[in-house]
T-cell receptor, first 111, second 113 residues
Framework: RKEVEQDPGPFNVPEGATVAFNCTYSNSASQSFFWYRQDCRKEPKLLMSVYSSGNEDGRFTAQLNRASQYISLLIRDSKLSDSATYLCVVNNGDSWGKFQFGAGTQVVVTP | DAGVIQSPRHEVTEMGQEVTLRCKPISGHNSLFWYRQTMMRGLELLIYFNNNVPIDDSGMPEDRFSAKMPNASFSTLKIQPSEPRDSAVYFC???????????FGPGTRLTVT
């Protein structure tokens, strides 16, 4: 079983709609969680960190559910520019720099 | 500000040849990471350095791979000899110690024929 699992999608979303997807992690000792965004043939870029209490950044909301070992990302009022692959990233804390990346969830926003 | 710089951006080589990938981290960052991305396996951490010292190389596939960081502004990832299964995009990323945010370079697309 992979340490970090994501639904690969694609999630086809009409412009203006809301889309949400999850990422599950297997190591209950995981301590830090992030969402990165990767455009086609580009490098990943940090979208947001995920805090225990949940956090919001504009149209993006991230949540953490430690009991069920998943994090989620919700995008409201989707824009065409939100089309990308969203990578879930987990750090289990035993090695500071050892980040586990999920395979990514593809989101396609259509006009 | 200059981001992470990687060279070459594309490399095509024949099986058995030595390949050297280069990375210049963002000035002031003291952590450096090498990743490999393929369709099959996604993004995998190969090795990371902190203050030029290799901290965890457990992701390095085998002895054919080696990485060095001789100073704070330069790192190399070497594959010798290269094999077709090494074909992938290799990313270098840097960050500040204590911060989890990583800044990725544009990647080197390696094709081994």
């Amino acid at each position: 079983r992979k340490e970090v699992e994501q639904d690969p999608g694609p999630f086809n979303v009409p412009e203006g709609a809301t889309v949400a997807f999850n990422c599950t992690y297997s190591n209950s000792a995981s301590q830090s969680f992030f969402w990165y965004r990767q455009d086609c043939r580009k490098e990943p870029k940090l979208l947001m960190s995920v805090y225990s209490s949940g956090n919001e950044d504009g149209r993006f909301t991230a949540q953490l559910n430690r009991a069920s070992q998943y994090i989620s990302l919700l995008i409201r009022d989707s824009k065409l520019s939100d089309s990308a692959t969203y990578l879930c990233v987990v750090n289990n804390g035993d090695s500071w720099g050892k980040f586990q990346f999920g395979a990514g969830t593809q989101v396609v926003v259509t006009p | 500000d200059a981001g992470v710089i990687q060279s070459p951006r594309h490399e095509v080589t024949e099986m058995g040849q030595e390949v050297t990938l280069r990375c210049k981290p963002i000035s002031g960052h003291n952590s450096l990471f090498w990743y490999r991305q393929t369709m099959m396996r996604g993004l995998e951490l190969l090795i990371y350095f902190n203050n030029n010292v290799p901290i965890d190389d457990s992701g390095m596939p085998e002895d054919r791979f080696s990485a060095k960081m001789p100073n704070a502004s330069f790192s190399t990832l070497k594959i010798q000899p290269s094999e077709p299964r090494d074909s992938a995009v290799y990313f270098c990323a840097s960050g500040r110690g204590g911060s989890y945010e990583q800044y990725f370079g544009p990647g080197t697309r390696l094709t081994v024929t």
